[in-house]
């Protein structure tokens, strides 16, 4: 019965090839995260959606974008990956003043 | 900007000790403050949310307190136990975002 949804669980791309990461969730919450998570770091917040408004925090690269085409279903896209943009990836969602609740995590790998 | 601690980094204990981790954070303009554990290549689960109004929540062998006015919330954890080593971070929530800290990775010795 898992409410936030990551896919894939490891993805594997290759120096400058674009690749989507999904999430979805059953929660039915209006905010939607990605986070970049490095290892022993905190998670580095890169946009949020509030229901279709988009968020970006202002130190995101441009390299990253996302779409929520609707409630359930969000996706970080990395246009050109670079070695420094292996990390994990998480999803998160909430309702406004609410508790936070991620997924798995996607683990990306740059060769 | 809001600025999260977790001190310490790391704690290795033997198992049935019962420990505290502590978080600070610099504004206390806060909604709410979330505990969760994270495993070695995992997401993060929550633990404990504790909104700006309350001192305290628990959940089993869980405590965790908030001072609002002071900017800081402890983890209490009664009789640790091998299955609890994880890396535990906290996060608050100003206006529209959370903001966490890096964690602090806990060890129970059996």
């Known amino acids: 019965d898992a409410m936030v949804i990551q896919n894939p669980r490891y993805q594997v791309t290759q120096f400058g090839k674009p690749v989507t990461l999904s999430c979805s969730q059953t929660l039915n919450h209006n905010v939607m995260y990605w986070y970049q998570q490095k290892s022993s770091q905190a998670p580095k917040l890169l946009f949020h959606y509030y229901d279709k408004d988009f968020n970006n925090e202002a130190d995101t690269p441009d390299n990253f974008q996302s779409r929520r085409p609707n409630t359930s279903f969000c996706f970080l896209d990395i246009r050109s990956p670079g070695l420094g943009d292996a990390a994990m990836y998480l999803c998160?969602?909430?309702?406004?003043?609410?508790?936070?609740?991620f997924g798995s995590g996607t683990q990306l790998s740059v060769l | 900007k809001q600025e999260v601690t977790q001190i310490p980094a790391a704690l290795s204990v033997p198992e049935g000790e019962n420990l505290v981790l502590n978080c600070s954070f610099t504004?206390?303009?806060?909604?709410?403050l979330q505990w969760f554990r994270q495993d070695p290549g995992k997401g993060l689960t929550s633990l404990l949310l504790?909104?700006?109004?309350?001192r305290e929540q628990t959940s089993g062998r869980l405590n965790a307190s908030l001072d609002k006015s002071s900017g800081r919330s402890t983890l209490y954890i009664a009789a640790s136990q091998p299955g609890d080593s994880a890396t535990y971070l906290c996060a608050v929530k100003g206006f529209n975002k959370f903001y966490f800290g890096s964690g602090t990775k806990l060890n129970v010795k059996p």
């Open positions: 504790i909104q700006s109004s309350q």
């Open positions: 504004d206390s303009a806060i909604y709410n």
């Open positions: 998160a969602t909430s309702i406004p003043g609410g508790e936070l609740f």
